[in-house]
């Protein structure tokens, strides 16, 4: 399903946007939702994964200082 927006561009990337619309045989929002998808899978990363590294905790916890406040 798909949601009709508003937003307000930049000139000269609405220009680009014409552009690239016309090379590509494609509607403006067409080049819009591509240009969005690509944008938030770079954001996002690969599919959302967690990001992790080898390190590991070596201090010490105990409940009774987290939650006697």
Known sequence: MK???????DEHLVEALNRFGRE????????????LE??????????GEIVTSQGYFEGE???????DR
């Open 38 to 47: 690509e944008f938030l899978r770079n954001r996002v990363g690969a599919k």
């Open 3 to 9: 949601s009709h927006i508003s937003a307000t561009i």
């Open 24 to 35: 590509e045989r494609r509607s403006r929002s067409q080049v819009i939702e591509m240009a």
């Open 61 to 67: 916890f105990r409940r009774e200082e987290t939650y």
